[in-house]
C-alpha cells in the first residue's frame, strides 16, 4: 500500500537544496486507497495536527478578572513572576526577572499576586503581601478558566476532532479525521475512482487545487531566502489542503474563545505534534501558524537543537559534545547507527525528530479528574504535631472548595479515599503516605477534610513528642473521584465492593510553582523516552508534564520528580486499599492502614541503573 509516508522517497517538487535521505517523506503519493481508508493512525499522511496556546495565560485571567484590558500587568507567586503580559513584555520584562527590576522598567505595571489560602479562609482570596509561611497559593481561577476553554474548543471545532489537554493552557487537536470528511465534501470527485483510473484505488489522486492561504494564518517559508511572494507559486499538496481546512476550523475556535471568554490564543499547525507545537510559537501573540511539509527542511535545519525541548538538557548537551554540532542541520549528518551506538536503541527518537518525524497520539483524557491534589511547600519546617493542623486546615479547605465545585458540574462525585503525603526530613524513609477510606458524609466541609487529614497526620507523624521531626511538606489528596449512583449504593456496597477501578492519576494537583525539595525518591522508575513525561514502570500509567513547567531544565527536573512523587503515593494508595479489603474480608486484618516505609527492608525495589538514552531522563534528582 503506498499509504505509508516512509516508504516512498520522492522529494518535494521545490526544494532544490534537500538531501536525499533526510527529508523522504514530505510529498507522499496520495491515492484513492490512502484517502477512503478508515484509521491510519499516526502514518496517514494526511495527518493534520494543531496545538493551541493562550497568551500570557495567567495573565490574561488576571486582566479579565480585573477588567483592565491593555495595561502591563504580571502575576506574581512569592517572589517570582510567573506570567507576564504582552504589553508588559514591550518594556523588556521577561519573567526570569525579579519584580524590583521589571518595577523599574515599567512603573505603571500591574502586579497581580496569585490568589492564596490561609487557615480560615474557604475560598482563596488576593492578597498584595501573602507570606509563603502562613499561605498557601490557590491557582483555581486558571484552573476553572482552562476548563471552560477546553470545553469550547470541544464546541467550536468539527465534530471528531480528537482533544487533548497538554498542559494548564494548551491543547492538542487531532483533526485528520474530520477534515478527510470535509475533503470529500467539497471535493465529492474524490469519493469515486475514476473508471480510467490506471491502478484503480491505487491511483494517485489528480492534483489539488490552490491553495488559498489569506486570513488563514501565517505561513512558516519554505525557502526563507526568497521573497514571501515567491512562495505563492509553488504547487500545493493535498496535505496543504488538509492544512489549510484545519486552519480555517482553528481560525474559528480561537475566535469563539477571544468572543466568549476573552482570552487571545496561538496555534501551530502542522502534520505532528511535535511541529505542531514547535510552530505553535513562530508568530506570538495571537498568530496561527502553518508549517507545510515543504517547509519543515529549513524550519529545522538552522535551529539550535538545545533549544527543542526534548533536546534541551544532559541529552542537549551530550548530543554536542560527542558530535560537536550545534543545529539540527549539523545532526543530520549522524547516521542512525551511530546515534545508537552511543545513546541506546530508543535514540530513534531523536533521530526522528530531528527529521520533522513524531508519531505521538493525540489522546483525549478522562473528562472527570481521578483525583484532586493540594500540597504546600515547608521550607522552614513544622516541628511539632500542633504545628501540622492550621496547614491542614489551608488544604482542606482548598480540597472542600473544589470538590465542591466539580460536583457542580458532575453531581454525585465522590472521593474513595483521602490521602496525606509528607516528607519528614528527619525520619527514615522522609517521604511517607497514608490514606483512610472517604466516608459518606452529608456535607463536604472543611471541617470534615480536615479531621480526617488530621487523623492522617497523627498516625503518619506519631504523638510521641520525643520524635524528631522537620516536615518540609505536606499534601492532602481525595483519590478515586467517581460519580456515585445515589440510591443504588450504600456507603456498604460502595466500599466493600471488589470491583476494580483503573488506577488513579494525579490530574488535578494544585502543588505549588515553587520546585520542591526532592524527598527520599521513589522506587518506580519512569520508562519513557519523553523526559516531560513519566510513564511508570509499575503499572504503565502515563502523566505529562505541563509545559508550563518545562521552561528550564532544572525546573523540568524538579516537576517530574513531584510527578513520580505524587504517583508514589497513588500506588500507596492502592497497596493500602488492597490491603483493607483483604481487612474487611478478615484475611489480613493486621496489615489494614500500613503505613509506607514500614514494609520490610527486603521489599525495597532495586535502584537499577539506566541504560542507553534513558540515563539522561531517569536521574530525576
Ligand atoms: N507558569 C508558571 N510557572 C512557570 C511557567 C508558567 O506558573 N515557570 C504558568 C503561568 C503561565 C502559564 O503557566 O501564564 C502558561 O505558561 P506558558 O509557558 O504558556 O506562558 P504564558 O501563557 O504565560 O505565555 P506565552 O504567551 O508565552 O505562552
Ligand atoms: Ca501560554
Not at 560527542?322 to 547516521?335: A, H, K, M, P, Q
Not at 483521602?418 to 452529608?442: D, E, G, L, Y
Not at 504523638?463 to 450504600?490: N, W, Y
Not at 510527578?563 to 489480613?588: N, P, T, W
Amino acid at each position: 500500500m503506498s499509504t505509508a509516508p516512509r516508504s516512498r522517497s520522492s522529494l518535494w517538487k521545490g526544494k532544490e537544496k534537500a538531501e536525499s535521505n533526510d527529508f523522504d517523506d514530505l510529498d507522499p503519493v496520495i491515492t484513492y486507497r490512502t484517502l477512503l481508508a478508515q484509521n491510519l493512525g499516526a502514518l496517514d499522511p494526511l495527518r493534520v495536527i494543531a496545538l493551541c496556546d493562550s497568551d500570557a495565560f495567567y495573565a490574561a485571567c488576571e486582566m479579565i478578572r480585573l477588567n483592565i484590558p491593555t495595561k502591563p500587568l504580571v502575576v506574581l507567586q512569592w517572589q517570582a513572576l510567573i506570567a507576564v503580559n504582552y504589553p508588559a513584555r514591550k518594556f523588556g520584562i521577561t519573567r526570569m526577572m525579579k519584580i524590583q527590576d521589571a518595577m523599574k522598567l515599567c512603573p505603571e505595571l500591574v502586579v497581580v499576586h496569585v490568589a492564596t489560602y490561609q487557615e480560615g479562609d474557604k475560598e482563596p482570596q488576593y492578597r498584595e503581601n501573602p507570606d509563603s509561611r502562613t499561605h498557601k497559593v490557590s491557582l483555581d481561577l486558571y484552573r476553572r478558566e482552562s476548563v471552560k476553554m477546553l470545553q469550547l474548543y470541544k464546541d467550536g471545532l468539527p465534530e471528531g476532532t480528537e482533544i487533548e489537554k497538554a498542559s494548564i493552557d494548551e491543547a492538542f487537536m487531532d483533526l485528520t479525521k474530520p477534515i478527510r470528511q470535509i475533503l470529500l465534501e467539497r471535493y465529492p470527485y474524490l469519493s469515486q475512482v475514476p473508471d480510467d483510473a490506471p491502478m484503480g484505488l491505487d491511483t494517485p489522486l489528480p492534483p489539488p487545487p490552490p491553495v488559498a492561504w489569506e486570513h488563514l494564518g501565517t505561513l512558516v517559508p519554505i525557502d526563507p531566502s526568497k521573497d514571501p511572494s515567491e512562495e505563492e507559486n509553488v504547487p500545493s499538496t493535498w496535505h496543504d489542503v488538509a492544512l489549510s481546512i484545519a486552519a480555517e476550523a482553528m481560525e474559528k475556535a480561537r475566535q469563539k474563545i477571544n468572543a466568549e471568554l476573552g482570552y487571545t490564543t496561538s496555534a501551530g499547525i502542522a502534520r505532528n505534534k511535535f511541529l505542531a507545537k514547535l510552530c505553535a510559537s513562530y508568530r506570538k501573540p495571537m498568530g496561527q501558524s502553518i508549517l507545510r511539509n515543504a517547509a519543515i527542511p529549513n524550519y529545522l535545519k538552522p535551529m539550535e537543537f538545545q533549544k527543542i525541548r526534548f533536546l534541551g538538557g544532559k541529552l542537549g548537551e551530550s548530543l554536542a559534545n560527542e558530535f560537536d554540532v550545534s543545529t539540527v542541520g549539523d545532526l543530520l549528518s549522524i547516521s542512525l547507527d551511530d546515534m545508537q551506538r552511543r545513546f541506546g536503541e530508543e535514540s530513534i527518537w531523536v533521530y526522528d525528530i530531528l527529521r520533522g518525524i513524531d508519531h505521538t497520539e493525540v489522546q483525549a483524557k478522562q473528562a472527570v479528574n481521578k483525583s484532586m491534589l493540594a500540597s504546600k511547600n515547608l521550607p522552614d519546617g513544622v516541628f511539632k504535631l500542633e504545628e501540622g493542623f492550621p496547614w491542614i486546615r489551608v488544604l482542606a479547605a482548598e480540597l472542600a472548595l473544589r470538590l465542591n465545585e466539580a460536583r457542580e458540574v458532575t453531581p454525585n462525585l465522590w472521593p474513595k479515599t483521602i490521602v496525606m503525603h509528607v516528607r519528614n526530613v528527619k525520619a527514615q524513609p522522609t517521604s511517607r503516605s497514608k490514606q483512610a477510606p472517604w466516608p459518606f458524609v452529608k456535607e463536604v466541609t472543611v471541617d470534615v477534610v480536615a479531621a480526617a487529614g488530621n487523623k492522617l497526620w497523627k498516625e503518619l507523624i506519631g504523638t510521641d513528642v520525643q520524635t524528631p521531626m522537620k516536615v518540609i511538606g505536606m499534601s492532602l489528596a481525595f483519590t478515586g473521584i467517581e460519580g456515585v449512583e445515589t440510591g443504588l449504593k450504600s456507603i456498604d456496597t460502595f466500599f466493600k465492593s471488589g470491583v476494580k477501578r483503573p488506577l488513579d492519576s494525579v490530574e488535578d494537583a494544585d502543588t505549588e510553582n515553587v520546585p520542591e525539595p526532592l524527598g527520599a525518591g521513589s522506587g518506580q522508575r519512569n520508562i519513557s523516552k519523553d523526559p516531560t513525561t513519566f510513564i511508570c514502570s509499575r503499572c504503565g500509567q502515563r502523566l505529562t508534564l505541563p509545559r508550563s513547567a518545562t521552561r528550564t531544565e532544572e525546573e523540568r527536573r524538579a516537576q517530574m520528580q513531584k510527578i513520580q512523587d505524587e504517583h508514589e503515593d497513588f500506588h500507596v494508595a492502592l497497596e493500602i486499599s488492597k490491603e483493607v479489603s483483604f481487612a474487611e474480608r478478615g484475611r489480613k486484618p493486621e496489615s489494614k492502614g500500613k503505613v509506607r516505609g514500614e514494609e520490610k527492608p527486603k521489599k525495597k525495589r532495586r535502584k537499577e541503573s539506566p541504560k542507553g538514552i534513558a540515563k539522561f531522563f531517569n536521574k530525576l534528582s
